[in-house]
C-alpha cells in the first residue's frame, strides 16, 4: 500500500508544472528542502551504494511534519534462487531506531521536521518535545563505502532551559532467511543499536549527545557479523563524495543549478559499482540490476565518462565490462549478449539489440580517453571484431541491420535503427584514430587486414546511407524516421547530432523541441504516447550543443534540470516513466555529464594525447571551466572558455599549473589540441 501511495503522488507530481521548486542549492554539492516549502504530505525515494551494498532510501515527510523511513536494501553477492538478473537479495527494513526514546522517563512527541538535506548523505533535522522541554535530532543516513552495511548517525541536542537525561531503548533485530533460498545458504540481516544496553544521557542546556546504528546483511555459512566503526564508515563516505564531486572534473558555470547538478551526477554515476567475482563491475541499480553490466549502461553511457573524471573505482569496473565481454566474442560473428549477470557467471539477451555497435563506440572511445596503448592492445580485439560484426550486418541500403535497439522491443524499431547505425558510425571513425596510435604494436584481433583508411572509408559510406535510408520528413518537420515505415516523431532523432552529424540538425532540434515530442521531463520517447526515458533527452542535449544551437540548448537545459534537481523527486535524473517509477539509474548521471563535456565543450578523442574542442558559448554565459580532466593526458588538465570584448572566445588550456596555449576562436569553430 505504501508503494502504491507512493507511486499516486508522483503520478500527480509529474501532471502539475511547479510553480516553485521545492529544493533549493546550498552547497557545491548538495540541495535542502525547509518543510516550509512545498505541500504536505511529501514522499520521495533517493538510491545510494556503496561496493557491497546499494540501499533505496524511501523517506517521507506527513501532514503533522513527522519523518518517515523505509529502507529497501540490496545486497549484490548474495545471491537468490533462482541466480538470474534479478537476484541480489533484497530485504527490507522499516525499523525506527528512535522508538520508545524519552527525556527524564517521559517520552518524546511532536516532532517536526525542518530541514532535508542531500549531499552524498540524507540528513534530516528535527525539532521533538518531551519533558515540557526542546530538542533537535539529526538523522544521517549512508551506505558503507566497503561493508555489506548501511549506517546511521544520531544526534540530539537539548535545545530547552533544563537539565534532561535522555535515554534510548537497545534494539538487536536479525532477519533469517531460508537456507534453501540463497545460493550460499541462509543469509542475516542485523539491524542494531551499537549500544547493547539502553542508551542514556545527561544533557545540560545546549549539550549535544550522539548514536549510531548499523544494517548489515551476511551469508550464515561462511561469514559473521562484523563491528562497524560508524564515524570512520562516514568519514569514508565523505571522502569518497569530495573525491569525485568536488576535486575531479569540476564545473563551472553561471548557472548554480546546471553546475550543481553536474557535481552531484558524478557522485551517482560513480557509487553503482560493487565487488564481483570477476572483477568490480558497474550496474544501473534501481533495485533491479546489480552485478550485472550492460552493453548500453555501462559500455555506451558510462563507461567512456569514466576517462575523463580520472576515478579509479570507475575505470576498473569499465575494464571489467570489457574483459569479460572478450569472452564472447567468437569466428562465427553471432550476437553478443546484452547483459552479462550473476557477477560474470552468466548471461542475457535472446536477439541482437545493436549491442556490438554499443560496445565498439563506447570501447574505442574510451580507450582513446584512457591514452594507454597497453589497454587499448588488451581491448582491441573487442572493438575490431564489433566493427566487424557490424559491417556484416549492413543491410541492402548500408545500414546496420539489428533485430530491436536498447529499448528491446518496448516501441517498434523495425529491421535497421538509426541509433545502431549511428553508433557504429561514430565507432569507426574512434576506431581509425586508436589504430593510428596502435601503428607498429603488436595488435591482434580476427581481422588482420583492418587498418585506418579502410575503417575512415566505411564512415563516410554509412554517412551517405544514414542519410539516404533514414533521412524523412516526419510530422512536418525535417527530420529522421527511426526505421523504415515509422511516421510519428521519436526521441532518438538526436542521435546523430551526438556523433558529429549535423546534415539535419535544424528540423531535428525543431522536431525535439516541438509540442508533439518536449514536455518539461523531456521527450517523450515518440509522439502521441506518454512514456519517456530520460536516456535520450540526455542524448538530445547533448547534440543541441554540439550542433550549435546553444541558445536554445540551455534555455531547454535549464527546465530540465531544476525539476530533476530542485523539484518533487531529487536529485538526479532518472531511467524512465512509467516503467520503473523514476529510478535513480546510475549511467544516465554520467549521460548528464557528457552534455557538458562533449556538447557544450565538444571534446572529441583523436588521440592518447590529443583531442578536438568544438565550444559553444551561450549568449547569456560569458565564461565557464572544466578543471582536472584527466582524459588524454597524464596528468590532469583544465579548460577555460571566456568570452572576448569582439565575440569571440579565449580558449585557455592548463596543465601542471601552467597554461599550455591560448586559442582565440570563433563559437563552434574546432580546434586541435596536443597535450
Given at each position: 500500500m505504501k508503494n502504491i501511495i507512493f507511486f499516486i503522488s508522483f503520478l500527480f507530481a509529474l501532471t502539475l508544472q511547479a510553480k516553485e521548486n521545492r529544493w533549493t542549492v546550498n552547497g557545491p554539492h548538495s540541495v535542502q528542502w525547509e518543510t516550509s516549502k512545498g505541500e504536505l504530505p511529501y514522499t520521495d525515494h533517493i538510491e545510494m551504494s556503496g561496493l557491497r551494498a546499494s540501499v533505496v532510501y524511501y523517506w517521507g515527510v506527513n501532514e503533522k511534519k513527522q519523518f518517515t523511513m523505509d529502507r529497501h536494501l540490496v545486497f549484490p553477492m548474495l545471491r537468490t534462487i533462482p541466480n538470474n538478473t534479478h537476484a541480489s537479495w533484497m530485504p527490507?527494513?522499516?525499523?525506527?531506531?528512535?522508538?520508545?526514546?524519552?527525556?527524564?522517563?517521559?517520552?518524546?512527541?511532536?516532532?517536526?521536521v525542518k530541514t532535508v538535506t542531500i549531499?552524498?548523505?540524507?540528513?534530516?533535522?528535527?525539532?521533538?518535545?518531551?519533558?515540557?522541554?526542546?530538542?533537535?535530532?539529526?538523522?544521517?543516513?549512508?551506505?558503507?563505502?566497503?561493508?555489506?552495511?548501511v549506517c546511521e548517525i544520531y544526534s540530539i541536542k537539548n535545545v530547552g532551559n533544563k537539565k534532561e537525561t535522555i535515554r534510548v531503548p537497545a534494539l538487536y533485530q536479525v532477519h533469517t532467511t531460508n537456507e534453501e533460498d540463497g545460493t550460499r545458504g541462509s543469509y542475516k540481516l542485523v539491524a542494531r543499536t551499537e549500544f547493547k544496553e539502553t542508551f542514556k544521557e545527561t544533557l545540560e542546556p545546549g549539550e549535544i549527545t550522539f548514536f549510531y546504528c548499523t544494517i548489515q546483511a551476511f551469508a550464515e555459512a561462511d561469514e559473521k557479523e562484523i563491528a562497524l566503526d560508524v564515524m570512520e564508515e562516514s568519514n569514508s563516505r565523505q571522502v569518497f563524495v569530495a573525491n569525485v564531486a568536488k576535486w575531479k572534473l569540476s564545473f563551472e558555470c553561471p548557472d548554480e543549478t546546471i553546475q550543481t547538478l553536474f557535481q552531484m551526477s558524478?557522485?551517482?554515476?560513480?557509487?553503482?559499482?560493487?565487488?564481483?567475482?570477476?572483477?568490480?563491475?558497474?550496474?544501473?541499480?534501481?533495485?533491479?540490476?546489480?552485478?550485472?553490466?550492460?552493453?548500453?549502461?555501462?559500455?555506451?553511457y558510462v563507461n567512456p565518462f569514466f576517462p575523463f573524471l580520472g576515478y579509479d573505482k570507475g575505470n576498473e569496473s569499465a575494464m571489467t565490462t570489457w574483459r569479460c565481454y572478450l569472452k564472447y566474442i567468437n569466428p562465427e560473428y553471432k550476437f553478443v549478449p546484452w547483459s552479462i549477470i550473476c557477477g560474470g557467471d552468466d548471461v542475457f539477451g535472446p536477439f541482437d539489440r545493436g549491442d556490438a555497435a554499443?560496445?565498439?563506440?563506447?570501447?574505442?572511445?574510451?580507450?582513446?580517453?584512457?591514452?594507454?596503448?597497453?589497454?587499448?592492445?588488451?581491448?582491441?580485439?573487442?572493438?575490431?571484431?564489433?566493427?566487424?560484426?557490424?559491417h556484416r550486418k549492413l543491410n541492402q541500403h548500408g545500414v546496420v541491420a539489428s533485430d530491436a535497439d536498447e529499448?528491446?522491443?518496448?516501441?517498434?524499431?523495425?529491421?535497421?535503427?538509426l541509433c545502431t547505425s549511428s553508433l557504429y558510425y561514430d565507432a569507426l571513425i574512434s576506431g581509425a584514430y586508436l589504430l593510428e596510435e596502435l601503428k607498429g604494436s603488436q595488435v591482434q584481433g580476427f581481422n588482420s587486414s583492418a587498418n585506418a583508411a579502410t575503417y575512415r572509408k566505411q564512415a563516410a559510406n554509412l554517412r551517405q546511407n544514414i542519410d539516404k535510408f533514414f533521412h524523412a520528413k516526419v510530422e512536418g518537420y525535417?527530420?529522421?524516421?527511426?526505421?523504415?515505415?515509422n511516421d510519428v516523431l521519436r526521441s532518438w532523432i538526436c542521435i546523430p547530432l551526438t556523433m558529429g552529424i549535423y546534415d539535419r540538425a535544424e528540423g531535428t532540434l525543431q522536431a525535439m523541441f516541438s509540442p508533439q515530442l518536449w514536455t518539461e521531463n523531456g521527450m517523450l520517447s515518440q509522439s502521441g504516447d506518454k512514456i519517456f526515458w530520460d536516456r535520450s533527452t540526455l542524448y538530445g542535449f547533448r547534440g543541441a550543443f554540439a550542433a550549435g544551437y546553444a541558445?536554445?540548448?540551455?534555455?531547454?537545459?535549464?527546465?530540465?534540470?531544476?525539476?530533476?534537481?530542485?523539484?518533487?523527486?531529487v536529485p538526479y535524473v532518472v531511467e524512465a516513466w512509467p516503467e520503473g517509477g523514476l529510478r535513480h539509474l546510475a549511467a544516465e548521471s554520467g549521460l548528464y555529464c557528457r552534455i557538458i563535456i562533449e556538447g557544450l565543450l565538444g571534446f572529441r578523442p583523436t588521440?592518447?594525447?590529443?583531442?578536438?574542442?568544438?565550444?559553444?558559448?551561450?549568449?547569456?554565459?560569458?565564461?565557464?571551466?572544466?578543471?582536472?580532466?584527466?582524459?588524454?593526458?597524464?596528468?590532469?588538465?583544465?579548460?577555460?572558455?571566456?568570452?572576448?570584448?569582439?565575440?569571440?572566445?579565449?580558449?585557455?588550456?592548463?596543465?601542471?599549473?601552467?597554461?599550455?596555449?591560448?586559442?582565440?576562436?570563433?563559437?563552434?569553430?574546432?580546434?586541435?589540441?596536443?597535450?
Open positions: 527490507r527494513c522499516d525499523v525506527n531506531f528512535l522508538k520508545g526514546m524519552t527525556a527524564n522517563n517521559r517520552y518524546m512527541s511532536q516532532e517536526e549531499n552524498g548523505l540524507l540528513s534530516v533535522l528535527s525539532t521533538i518535545k518531551g519533558d515540557g522541554n526542546e530538542f533537535e535530532i539529526t538523522r544521517s543516513y549512508f551506505p558503507s563505502t566497503e561493508q555489506a552495511a558524478k557522485i551517482r554515476a560513480s557509487e553503482s559499482i560493487f565487488y564481483t567475482q570477476n572483477g568490480l563491475m558497474h550496474a544501473p541499480g534501481g533495485e533491479s540490476y546489480y552485478a550485472a553490466m550492460w552493453c548500453n549502461d555501462q559500455a555506451e554499443m560496445l565498439a563506440y563506447g570501447a574505442s572511445r574510451y580507450c582513446l580517453e584512457r591514452g594507454d596503448k597497453e589497454i587499448a592492445q588488451e581491448v582491441w580485439p573487442l572493438i575490431e571484431w564489433c566493427l566487424e560484426y557490424c529499448l528491446e522491443g518496448r516501441l517498434p524499431a523495425g529491421d535497421a535503427n525535417d527530420t529522421y524516421r527511426y526505421y523504415e515505415g541558445d536554445k540548448a540551455l534555455e531547454y537545459l535549464k527546465k530540465f534540470s531544476a525539476i530533476r534537481l530542485l523539484g518533487e523527486h588521440g592518447f594525447r590529443s583531442f578536438t574542442l568544438t565550444p559553444q558559448m551561450p549568449s547569456e554565459w560569458n565564461q565557464y571551466s572544466l578543471r582536472n580532466i584527466y582524459a588524454c593526458t597524464d596528468t590532469p588538465i583544465n579548460i577555460l572558455m571566456e568570452r572576448t570584448a569582439n565575440g569571440k572566445l579565449s580558449v585557455k588550456i592548463e596543465k601542471d599549473k601552467k597554461t599550455l596555449r591560448t586559442y582565440t576562436i570563433k563559437p563552434g569553430e574546432t580546434i586541435k589540441v596536443k597535450v
